[in-house]
């Protein structure tokens, strides 16, 4: 059980708008930036948005990231076939005894 | 081009012992803290432990604090990751990946923006 939460799925058909949300506390998402990662089957893991709303260098901007207090979601507008994929949302989470960078519990994009 | 590359990954008994490493290049390794993630077969990812730039500060996942040990050697631009007392639980891709740090503020974030392809362990029991 994560500490941040994702939906296990979310859906859409190409050309469509989709949203993937990651809910968080102040002891995470509240007072610290959000990173998404994107995992095609297989491959490792690559950098999709960095400190909440940036996108490195070759990522187009059909995807966008935004936080507000203890959330923050990843949307993909124009969606195409080829963003099937699994998302993930992650951040440190203080604590005095065990911080520590958590991630979401993923979620599967599938394109209709 | 930026470039990280694990290796040392095997199966192992359980109880055992196996010392993962991580090779960069591309980029001012020294200047940089760097993770290990892992992720079991057809799981999320799991944050494993983190190395400051100096290599003299550490953090750890509590599933592997007293068992796992991540070093670096910045000469050799490597991160390497001991494990030890394995379990099955520990069966995963490890993944390295490299800090998040604004070279112009020289500010030091949490996440990661680069990743290896990864290196399987598989802890027999």
């Known amino acids: 059980q994560s500490v941040l939460t994702q939906p296990p799925s979310v859906s859409g058909t190409p050309g469509q708008r989709v949203t993937i949300s990651c809910s968080g506390s102040?002891?995470?998402?509240?007072?610290?930036?959000v990173y998404w990662y994107r995992q095609f089957p297989g491959r490792a893991p690559t950098v999709l948005m960095y400190?909440?709303?940036k996108r490195p260098s070759g990522v187009p901007d059909r995807f966008s990231g935004s936080k507000s207090g203890t959330s923050a979601s990843l949307a993909i507008s124009g969606l195409r076939s080829e963003d099937e994929a699994d998302y993930y949302c992650?951040?440190?989470?203080?604590?005095?005894?065990?911080?520590?960078?958590?991630f979401g519990g993923g979620t599967k994009l599938t394109v209709l | 081009e930026v470039q990280l590359v694990e290796s040392g990954g095997d199966l192992v008994q359980s109880g055992g012992s196996l010392r993962l490493s991580c090779a960069a290049s591309?980029?001012?390794?020294?200047?940089?803290?760097m993770h290990w993630v892992r992720q079991a077969p057809g799981k999320g990812l799991v944050w494993v432990a983190r190395?400051?730039?100096?290599?003299?500060?550490?953090t750890y996942a509590d599933a592997v604090k007293g068992r796992f040990t991540i070093s670096r050697d910045n000469a050799e631009t490597t991160v390497y990751l001991q494990m030890d007392s394995l379990g099955a639980e520990d069966s995963a891709v490890y993944y390295c990946?490299?800090?998040?740090?604004?070279?112009?503020?020289?500010?030091?974030?949490?996440?990661?923006?680069?990743w290896g392809q990864g290196t399987t362990v598989h802890v027999s029991s």
């Open positions: 990946a490299r800090g998040d740090h604004d070279i112009v503020t020289d500010y030091y974030y949490y996440g990661m923006d680069v």
């Open positions: 591309g980029f001012r390794f020294s200047e940089y803290w």
């Open positions: 190395i400051n730039h100096h290599g003299n500060d550490a």
């Open positions: 102040s002891s995470n998402i509240g007072n610290n930036y």
């Open positions: 400190r909440n709303n």
């Open positions: 992650a951040t440190w989470h203080d604590s005095l005894t065990s911080p520590s960078w958590v």
